[in-house]
């Protein structure tokens, strides 16, 4: 068997690949919900009504898709480059330190401009701790799937410090969470008495602006360039050091902005369990996505969906809610090999 690159490609195919992968995966989850037993048609109805079924189910969906929106870019914009960047999760939780440090009374701004501030702050501790393995791996050829990896629990031991230690809330009741981040910083609500805030707008707009980025600038040029081919990316004299490190600081920024979300506009504080895994759901989305900016907003709607709907389905049905993690799983899997089969055809011989 042998692997041959196919030509011409028709847009139908490349759009209608990760779909069909995504119905297969579904398909083969209806395997382990009748092994659980329960119906297949029954559960996907549940999943379906609990995800989208009222406004409140909606906005749910739309709360969790925010977060997924920020750290799905941040890896499909490190992975264009083929920066594999693991650390989203430690780079949510730094912007959301700096953001809580600032906002807890550090400075004093009107909302209108604390947010922005905050968000880029946020970005910056983000984009600045993925400096650090970023450097190590222009320079001293350190693998950053590691580094990052690594980083990851540093920072979410020194969360755990802070909040336990020098940060924590007097007021609290003795819970670990640091002290509340003024009026002006939080989030206004999009809807009222829905927890869906401002954060979704600004994720959308981050995603329309990665995408013009990746496509109609020099960065975005000189980003997929090296992510396409290193070595003929150095021979043409592209400057490769330096676009991997903005593309870094892109990449870490996105995610860090994902921590100041969840912070000013669902929480208002910080806590150890602030995210519950979306640095690590965001390397999922921009699978899906299959790198794409604006296909980041699919893929991360898709992922809350399955998330938010199957805490409906389990109640209901008494199944487990882990289907929702290997519905995820399959789907990240069918659309790989989808993908890897629009480019390829496989021979016999």
Same mark, same amino acid.
């Given at each position: 068997?042998?692997?041959?690159?196919?030509?011409?490609?028709?847009?139908?195919?490349?759009?209608?690949?990760? +779909?069909?992968?995504?119905?297969?995966?579904?398909?083969?989850?209806?395997?382990?919900?009748? &092994? !659980?037993?329960?119906?297949?048609? =029954?559960?996907? *109805?549940?999943?379906?009504?609990?995800?989208?079924?009222? =406004?409140?189910?909606?906005?749910?969906?739309?709360?969790?898709? %925010?977060?997924?929106?920020?750290?799905? /870019?941040?890896?499909?914009?490190?992975?264009?480059?083929?920066?594999?960047?693991?650390?989203?999760?430690?780079?949510? *939780?730094?912007?959301?330190?700096?953001?809580?440090?600032?906002? %807890?009374?550090?400075? $004093?701004?009107?909302?209108?401009?604390?947010?922005?501030?905050?968000?880029?702050?946020?970005?910056?501790?983000?984009?600045?701790?993925?400096?650090?393995?970023? /450097?190590?791996?222009?320079? /001293?050829?350190?693998?950053?799937?590691?580094? =990052?990896?690594? +980083?990851?629990?540093?920072? +979410?031991?020194?969360?755990?410090?802070?909040?336990? @230690?020098?940060?924590? $809330?007097? #007021?609290?009741?003795? &819970?670990?969470?640091?002290?509340?981040?003024?009026?002006?910083?939080?989030?206004?609500?999009?809807?009222?008495?829905?927890?869906?805030?401002?954060?979704?707008?600004?994720?959308?707009?981050?995603?329309?602006?990665?995408?013009? +980025?990746?496509?109609?600038?020099? &960065?975005?040029?000189?980003?997929?360039?090296? @992510?396409?081919?290193?070595?003929?990316?150095?021979? !043409?004299?592209?400057?490769?050091?330096?676009?991997?490190?903005? %593309?870094?600081?892109?990449?870490?920024?996105?995610?860090?902005?994902?921590?100041?979300?969840?912070?000013?506009?669902?929480?208002?504080?910080?806590?150890?369990?602030?995210?519950?895994?979306?640095? *690590?759901? @965001?390397?999922?989305?921009? #699978?899906?996505?299959?790198?794409?900016?604006?296909?980041?907003?699919?893929?991360?709607?898709?992922?809350?969906?399955?998330?938010? @709907?199957?805490?409906? #389905?389990?109640?209901?049905?008494?199944?487990?809610? *882990?289907?929702?993690?290997?519905? =995820?799983?399959?789907?990240?899997?069918?659309?790989?090999?989808? #993908?890897?089969?629009?480019?390829?055809?496989?021979? &016999?011989?």
């Amino acid at each position: 068997m042998r692997l041959e690159p196919r030509q011409n490609v028709s847009l139908t195919r490349k759009l209608l690949a990760p +779909l069909m992968a995504v119905f297969i995966a579904l398909a083969l989850c209806s395997l382990l919900i009748v &092994w !659980a037993g329960a119906s297949p048609f =029954t559960a996907f *109805y549940l999943l379906i009504k609990g995800a989208l079924g009222s =406004t409140f189910a909606l906005s749910e969906t739309l709360t969790r898709t %925010t977060p997924l929106i920020f750290t799905g /870019l941040a890896a499909a914009v490190a992975f264009r480059a083929k920066l594999w960047n693991i650390g989203g999760e430690g780079q949510l *939780y730094a912007g959301a330190c700096l953001a809580t440090w600032l906002g %807890t009374g550090a400075i $004093d701004l009107p909302a209108p401009v604390m947010i922005p501030f905050l968000f880029l702050s946020g970005g910056l501790a983000g984009g600045l701790l993925l400096l650090l393995p970023t /450097l190590l791996k222009t320079h /001293l050829k350190a693998d950053e799937v590691v580094t =990052t990896l690594l +980083l990851n629990f540093i920072v +979410l031991l020194v969360v755990n410090w802070l909040v336990f @230690g020098p940060w924590k $809330d007097p #007021m609290a009741m003795g &819970w670990p969470q640091a002290n509340p981040v003024v009026d002006a910083a939080i989030l206004p609500t999009l809807l009222p008495k829905m927890r869906i805030h401002l954060g979704l707008i600004i994720a959308l707009v981050c995603a329309l602006g990665t995408w013009v +980025l990746m496509r109609a600038t020099v &960065w975005g040029f000189d980003i997929r360039a090296v @992510g396409a081919n290193l070595k003929a990316s150095t021979f !043409a004299g592209l400057p490769v050091t330096s676009t991997i490190i903005r %593309t870094a600081i892109i990449s870490g920024g996105l995610a860090g902005c994902a921590g100041v979300s969840e912070l000013c506009g669902l929480r208002g504080y910080l806590t150890i369990d602030l995210s519950p895994g979306f640095g *690590y759901s @965001g390397i999922v989305v921009a #699978m899906l996505a299959a790198l794409n900016p604006l296909g980041v907003i699919l893929a991360a709607f898709f992922v809350a969906v399955i998330q938010i @709907g199957a805490d409906s #389905m389990s109640r209901a049905l008494n199944i487990s809610t *882990y289907i929702a993690d290997v519905t =995820t799983a399959l789907s990240l899997l069918a659309v790989i090999v989808s #993908m890897l089969l629009v480019r390829y055809r496989i021979r &016999w011989r």
